[in-house]
């Protein structure tokens, strides 16, 4: 299995950017396609961003797309989010997860998360 510690979030006024960082230990952090989730107050934990562990293909949702960049350097066994023009939106607990099977990007899929990072965004 893997560890995975967020860190990273905060305050941060609209137009603003974050650096979210997910830190992995236990099992060889390349084997695991590595994605980034999203839940805010009263709604269901969202998609944000994915990148694959064979070729670091990456995935994002819409609403991101242009804004936001997940990176991975698997020998500190660190994946990164890069958020930029930040909006309001963009409120919520951030997830990293970590999945041992196919590339999704469906919460459903990761077996393993870390424990979250709050990213609030004041308009």
């Known amino acids: 299995q893997v560890q995975l510690v967020e860190s990273g979030g905060g305050l941060v006024q609209a137009g603003g950017s974050l650096r979210l960082s997910c830190a992995a230990s236990?099992?060889?952090?390349?084997?695991?396609?590595i994605g980034w989730f999203r839940q805010a107050p009263g709604k269901e934990r969202e998609f944000v961003a994915t990148i694959s562990r064979s070729r670091s293909m990456t995935d994002y949702t819409a609403s991101v797309k242009g804004r936001f960049t997940i990176s991975r350097d698997n020998a500190k066994n660190m994946v990164t989010l890069q958020m930029n023009s930040l909006k309001p939106e963009d409120t919520a607990v951030y997830y990293c997860?970590?999945?041992?099977?196919?590339?999704?990007?469906?919460?459903?899929?990761?077996?393993?998360w870390g424990q979250g990072t709050q990213v609030t965004v004041s308009s």
């Open positions: 997860a970590a999945d041992d099977g196919s590339w999704s990007s469906s919460p459903s899929a990761y077996d393993y």
């Open positions: 236990g099992r060889t952090f390349s084997y695991y396609n």
